[in-house]
């Protein structure tokens, strides 16, 4: 059974760092993209980054851009998005998830798509 497990989560003041994992069981992190969503309250669900399976190939969303790192250890099946510079309005549910897709292809997901629980994420003075 398919499972994707987020922690590292918590509550940082604007600039800090964070770094948010994603434990994949039943999901081969090394054959397929995974990407990171987040969720603000009252707002979308939207994309934040993606990595291929291949080549490592990475996406960002313009909103992270030089701030965020997405990567990956085949070995422990785990996913990782480094956050840097954090401010108020990176305040969210972080998500992991896979299309089952080789390739990083948007940030729309199917049907058959794979999600994680969630992790909360506050920055605030």
């Known amino acids: 059974q398919e499972q994707l497990v987020e922690s590292g989560g918590g509550l940082v003041q604007p600039g800090d760092s964070l770094r948010l994992s994603c434990v994949a069981s039943?999901?081969?992190?090394?054959?397929?993209?995974m990407l990171w969503f987040r969720q603000a309250p009252g707002k979308e669900r939207e994309g934040v980054a993606c990595i291929s399976s291949s080549d490592g190939t990475t996406v960002y969303a313009d909103s992270v851009k030089g701030r965020f790192t997405i990567s990956k250890d085949n070995a422990k099946s785990t996913v990782y998005l480094q956050m840097h510079s954090l401010q108020p309005e990176d305040t969210a549910i972080y998500y992991c998830?896979?299309?089952?897709?080789?390739?990083?292809?948007?940030?729309?997901?199917?049907?058959?798509?794979?999600w994680g629980q969630g992790t909360q994420v506050t920055v605030s003075a």
């Open positions: 039943g999901v081969a992190v090394d054959r397929f993209a």
């Open positions: 998830a896979t299309d089952f897709l080789l390739y990083c292809a948007g940030w729309t997901l199917s049907n058959y798509g794979s």
